[in-house]
Nanobody, 122 residues
Framework: QVQLVESGGGLVRAGGSLRLSCVASGTIFSINAMGWYRQAPGKERELVAS???????NYADSVKGRFAISRDSAKNTVYLQMSSLKPEDTAVYYC????????????????WGQGTQVTVSS
């Protein structure tokens, strides 16, 4: 059983900062890419940022220069540092990870966290 648990969401004023964390736990052999997605009311879930096991990162154009993704592979944890937040960043933020469960299962399954609410007031 694998769980992804996010934390760090909350209410912040425009221009403020928040740091999200996501810890993967359970039966884990290795983790491939990890990422953050968000879904605002009435909108589709969209990729915010991702990071490979080698540390390569990718960002949505809307957050480039404001958000930074990082990971601590020893702790199976991924972070999202969000700065200069805008009201349009308001959404539920979800953690995602590609996880290989055992040495004998040579493939990665997709796992999601339960989401954490980020609300940016104007």
């Amino acid at each position: 059983q694998v769980q992804l648990v996010e934390s760090g969401g909350g209410l912040v004023r425009a221009g403020g900062s928040l740091r999200l964390s996501c810890v993967a736990s359970g039966t884990i052999f290795s983790i491939n890419a990890m990422g953050w997605y968000r879904q605002a009311p009435g909108k589709e879930r969209e990729l915010v940022a991702s990071i490979t096991s080698g540390g390569s990162t990718n960002y949505a154009d809307s957050v480039k220069g404001r958000f930074a993704i990082s990971r601590d592979s020893a702790k199976n944890t991924v972070y999202l540092q969000m700065s200069s937040l805008k009201p349009e960043d308001t959404a539920v933020y979800y953690c995602n990870a590609g996880i290989r469960l055992t040495l004998f299962k040579n493939y990665y399954n997709d796992y999601w966290g339960q989401g954490t609410q980020v609300t940016v007031s104007s």
